[in-house]
């Protein structure tokens, strides 16, 4: 059975930092692109980031360059998400997902990707 299990969300005072981790089990990830969502009460699923399968393609939404990072490590088959100067506005739960149809290209529509984790809360307090 495939799973993406998320963890590292939490409660945090705005400018604060939080490292989110998505661990694959089941299957091996590490050929195709893996991506970040979140969904704050209310809202539409967004893109956060996503990275290709080597690590060499990185995108990021608008509202979270410069201070979100990600990256994988195919031997752990795992991909984290550093989010740092953190803002009320990024208070959301956050998903990780998996594009099995693509290696290269990143695609930002949450109907690209076909594996998903159940979710993390983040929380920012002003």
């Known amino acids: 059975q495939v799973q993406l299990v998320e963890s590292g969300g939490g409660l945090v005072q705005a400018g604060g930092s939080l490292r989110l981790s998505c661990a694959a089990s089941?299957?091996?990830?590490?050929?195709?692109?893996r991506g970040w969502f979140r969904q704050a009460p209310g809202k539409e699923r967004e893109f956060v980031s996503a990275?290709?399968?080597?690590?060499?393609?990185?995108y990021y939404a608008d509202s979270v360059k410069d201070r979100f990072t990600i990256s994988r490590d195919n031997a752990k088959n795992t991909v984290y998400l550093q989010m740092n100067s953190l803002k009320p506005e990024d208070t959301a739960v956050y998903y990780c997902?998996?594009?099995?149809?693509?290696?290269?290209?990143?695609?930002?529509?949450?109907?690209?990707?076909?594996?998903w984790g159940q979710g993390t809360q983040v929380t920012v307090s002003s």
């Open positions: 997902a998996v594009d099995t149809t693509r290696r290269g290209t990143i695609v930002r529509l949450t109907t690209a990707y076909n594996y």
């Open positions: 089941g299957r091996t990830f590490s050929s195709y692109v």
């Open positions: 990275i290709n399968w080597s690590g060499g393609n990185k």
